[in-house]
């Protein structure tokens, strides 16, 4: 990606810098992954990901652990610190058993091609909370790490700020998808890695209009209206069935951020 990491120019130790403009940075395949999350989990692991130096290269075995305080996670996502510390109780939960899920190319056999093969892994290895005191720490699941640090290439990068207003996963993972082609202002998914990659159900799968109606113009109204994109979409059929989704956008100048 072309902003390559002059996003991330400051130390990410640097307790003075709001949470909201620190940068979640992560590879293009976590990007593009079905991550599994509910909002409030969501918020956990980018706000914890955000905490990461995406640039530096651990050391063998090195596994980092990150904090989260309930007083941040109500001053980073606008909510109160009774919902802070509520979310971040019941997030604490269930994040241990939250997992991701990957497809990567497989190997022919016999000279034909397989299907992409199904990789799950989970976020964390472990999950502390501690009662009274509203903190949450992650310890990162090992082999996620090369999806979140010593990345140098084939990565999206986003400043927190843009999605702390969100209340929709959905908003959330589509923000992440559209970031990946930033620099172009255009980006393509097929139907079915689109679905994957917003961890749409079964039902919402067999028909098309389910995705758009649940997904697609929810998550496109939110975006446009709290956090300033300009964005058009359009399926892109073969016959009668949509095959493809093509999204054009653009930051509006009106209501961008600062950096």
């Known amino acids: 990606m072309a902003l390559a990491h002059k996003a991330q120019g400051y130390d990410v130790a640097d307790v003075e810098r709001p949470a909201g403009e620190r940068w979640v940075t992560m590879s293009n395949a976590l990007t593009r992954a079905g991550h599994g999350l509910t909002l409030a989990e969501k918020r956990i692991v980018a706000a914890a990901v955000s905490k990461l130096d995406s640039r530096r290269v651990l050391k063998?075995?090195?596994?980092?652990?990150?904090?989260?305080?309930?007083?941040?996670?109500?001053?980073?996502?606008?909510?109160?610190l009774d919902t802070a510390y509520d979310q971040l109780q019941s997030a604490a939960k269930q994040l241990y058993n939250r997992s991701i899920t990957f497809y990567e190319p497989a190997h022919k056999r016999n000279g034909k091609p397989l299907p992409p093969t199904r990789v799950q892994m989970r976020w964390v290895g472990s999950v502390k909370y501690q009662d009274g005191e509203g903190w949450v720490e992650l310890a990162w699941w090992p082999d996620l790490l090369r999806h979140l640090t010593g990345l140098q290439r084939q990565f999206t990068t986003y400043q927190l700020q843009q999605a702390s207003a969100l209340r929709s996963a959905y908003s959330w993972k589509l923000l992440e998808l559209l970031m990946r082609f930033e620099s172009t202002g255009w980006a393509e998914y097929t139907i079915?890695?689109?679905?994957?990659?917003?961890?749409?159900t079964e039902k919402q799968r067999e028909n098309f209009a389910n995705i758009r109606r649940k997904i697609i113009e929810p998550?496109?109204?939110?975006?446009?209206e709290k956090d300033g994109w300009l964005i058009q979409w359009q399926p892109i059929k073969a016959g009668r069935k949509v095959k493809a989704l093509r999204?054009?956008?653009?930051?509006?100048?009106?209501?961008?951020?600062?950096?």
């Open 60 to 80: 063998p075995g090195e596994v980092p652990r990150t904090k989260i305080t309930a007083a941040e996670y109500a001053e980073t996502f606008e909510v109160d």
């Open 192 to 200: 079915e890695d689109f679905a994957a990659s917003m961890d749409a």
């Open 219 to 224: 998550a496109v109204k939110e975006l446009t």
């Open 247 to 259: 999204f054009t956008f653009m930051r509006d100048p009106q209501g961008q951020l600062p950096l």
